[in-house]
C-alpha cells in the first residue's frame, strides 16, 4: 500500500464551486482523503508541495482517436503528450470508426481507417468485448472509454458498402451495437461526413440511435457538413449545408430521445463563420423544448481530417478511375473552384500532417500552395495527386476552422457556451507534422483563454473539462476529488499554464504549467514530462 499526499493546493474540486485551500490525500490508486487547510496532514510515503499551484481532476477529452493507438505496445511514447497537457482518460471510437467490432473478411475495408494508425494492428479481436480485453492486457497507458462506431459496425456486418442496407444487413448491425453495448461500449459514434456513413440515409441512422436510446447511451456525430458548403448535400441546395445537417441530427434525437454530443461544433472556410450563431440558437433551443443536446471544441482554428474530406461523394465514388477521366476532373475542379470562393478556402489553408506515401515525408508541414510549387504544377493538380497516390490517406490539417489568427471571436463564442465540452480530436503520429490540439488543448484553454482573455471562469473551465464530460458518458469514479473517487490528477501553476502553439515553422511544444499528474495514483508528470513507461491507465467499460 502506497500514500502521497498533495500538500496546501488551491484545490478546484471539478464541481464548478469556488476553489479552497487544502490537501488531498491518495492511497493506492483512490482519492482516501481531502483535508482543509487548516487540518494536520498524516505521514505519507511522498509529500508533493503544491502550494502556490491549483489541483484538480485529470482531464476527459470527450473527443478522442487514441484508441487506434492503444493496442501498440509502445503507444505510451506516442501518447505522452497526453498526460503532459493533463489528459488522464479519452472518450474514444469517434466519427464513426472504432477499431472494434472487426470482421476478418472486410479487412480491405476496415484498412481504410489507416491513416488513424501509427501503424497496421495485429489485429487479435472481433467483438468490442475482446478489444476491450486487449486494452485490459496492454495496460492503456492513460483511461479509456470506447464508443462504437457506426461505420465500423457497417463494415463488419454488411455487404452493401454505401447506401440502403437490405433488412437483414440493418438487423445484423443493430444487435451488433446492442453486443457492444452489453460488453462495455460507453455509446455510438456517428461519422456522417466520411464514406461509408456520409451515404447513409437518415432512416438507418434513426435506427442505430434508437438503440441508443434503448441503452441509454449517448451518441456523439460528425455532422454530414461542418460548413455552409459540403460534398454531402448538392451544391444548390438553399439552406446552409451545415446548419442542415444540424437540424437533421437534432430532428432525430427529438424523435428518439437520446442523448447527443455534437462532435467538433466548428465552423469550415471563412464564409461559413457568419453561421455560428444561428447554429449555437439551433442548439439553445432544442436544448430548450427537452432535447438533450451538447457539443464539444478545440480551441485552435485547424482540425486533422482526411485528404478526401474535400472531395464530393459523386467523385469519390468514381474513384480511381475518376482521378484519371479527364472529364471527371474538368467537372471536379469547376466544382472545388466554386466551393471555395464561396466558402472563402485557398490551397494555402490545406497542409500536409502526414503524407502517408512513401518518400513524400519531406512535405510534413507545408501547405498545398507550397506543395504545388514543389511539383511546378496547379494546386488543384498536387492535391488530387496526393489524394491519388495516398489512397486518400494523406493526413491533413485544415485551416479556418472557426477563425484564423487575430479574428478568433466565432472560437470564444463557441468554447464560452455552458454546453461546450473540451476535446483534442488529435491524430497522433510518431512522424509528420502534429495537430497543436494533441500537445496543448487544456493548457490553452486555463491559460490564454482563461487566464489572459477571461472567457470564462477558471472553476467552470475545470469542470467542464473534467466532471462534466465524465457525466456526459456515464463516467462514475472519477471527473472530481472527492474521497473515494479515482486519483486521477492534475496539478498546475494557474499563472504560467499555456500551450506553445506552432510559430514561424516550429510545431507545436510541450506545454507550460503541468507540473504533476496522477493517473490511478499513478504519478506519471512529474515537473512537465512524462515518466518514461509509465501506464497506470484503465478501461472504463460502461
Known sequence: MSTTLIKSGRIIDGTG????????????????????????????????????????????????????????????????????????????????????????????????????????????????????????????????????????VRLA??????????????????????????????????????????????????AFCRVASEYGRPVTVHLKALSILSPTYPLMTLKAHNLLALQ???????????????????????????????????????????????????PYTCGNTTINAVLPFWFLARAPQAYRS?????????????????????????????????????????????????????????????????????????HTYSGEPGRQEVIERVLSHELCLFETDAVVKSTGYPNPAAKGTFPRILGPLVRDRKLFGLEQAVNRATLAGAQRFGITDRGRIAKGKAADLVIFDPETVSDVPPEDGRPAGRPRGIVHVFINGGHVVREGAFTGTARHGRVLRR
Open 17 to 152: 464551486r469556488n476553489s479552497f485551500d487544502g490537501h488531498v490525500l491518495i492511497r493506492d490508486d483512490t482519492i482516501d482523503d481531502v483535508l482543509p487547510s487548516g487540518a494536520a496532514p498524516p505521514l505519507t510515503d511522498e509529500v508533493i508541495d503544491a502550494s502556490g499551484q491549483a489541483v484538480c481532476p485529470g482531464f476527459i477529452d470527450v473527443h478522442s482517436h487514441a484508441d487506434w493507438l492503444l493496442p501498440l505496445h509502445d503507444h505510451h511514447d506516442l501518447l505522452a503528450c497526453f498526460p503532459e497537457q493533463g489528459i488522464t482518460t479519452v472518450v474514444s471510437g469517434n466519427c464513426g470508426f472504432s477499431p472494434a467490432p472487426y470482421n476478418p473478411a472486410a479487412a480491405p475495408a476496415f484498412s481504410a481507417m489507416g491513416l488513424l494508425l501509427e501503424r497496421p494492428l495485429d489485429v487479435a479481436w472481433c467483438t468490442m468485448g475482446q478489444f476491450l480485453d486487449t486494452l485490459d492486457q496492454t495496460r492503456p497507458a492513460v483511461n479509456v472509454a470506447e464508443l462504437v462506431g457506426h461505420s465500423t
Open 157 to 206: 456486418c454488411a455487404r452493401t458498402r454505401r447506401g440502403a442496407l437490405v433488412r437483414k444487413e440493418l438487423a445484423a448491425c443493430l444487435d451488433t451495437v446492442r453486443k457492444s453495448f452489453d460488453e462495455g461500449a460507453c455509446g455510438l459514434s456517428l461519422g456522417l461526413g466520411y464514406d461509408p456513413g456520409m451515404y447513409s440515409p437518415l432512416e438507418e441512422i434513426e
Open 248 to 298: 437533421e441530427m437534432i430532428d432525430i434525437a427529438d424523435r428518439t430521445g437520446i442523448i447527443l454530443q455534437l462532435s467538433h461544433l466548428v465552423f469550415v472556410g471563412r464564409r461559413s463563420w457568419g453561421s455560428s450563431r444561428k447554429a449555437l440558437k439551433l442548439v439553445e433551443n432544442a436544448r430548450s423544448r427537452g432535447v438533450d443536446v451538447m457539443f464539444d471544441a478545440f
Open 326 to 398: 479527364r472529364v471527371s476532373r474538368m467537372h471536379l475542379k469547376a466544382e472545388m473552384e466554386a466551393g471555395f470562393a464561396l466558402l472563402g478556402f485557398t490551397y494555402r489553408d490545406f497542409q500536409i500532417m502526414d503524407p502517408a506515401v512513401p518518400g513524400m515525408e519531406g512535405l510534413a508541414g507545408l501547405t498545398m500552395d507550397e506543395v504545388a510549387g514543389r511539383w511546378d504544377m496547379p494546386p488543384f493538380d498536387a492535391y488530387l495527386r496526393l489524394s491519388e497516390e495516398s489512397s486518400g490517406s494523406a493526413l491533413m490539417l485544415f
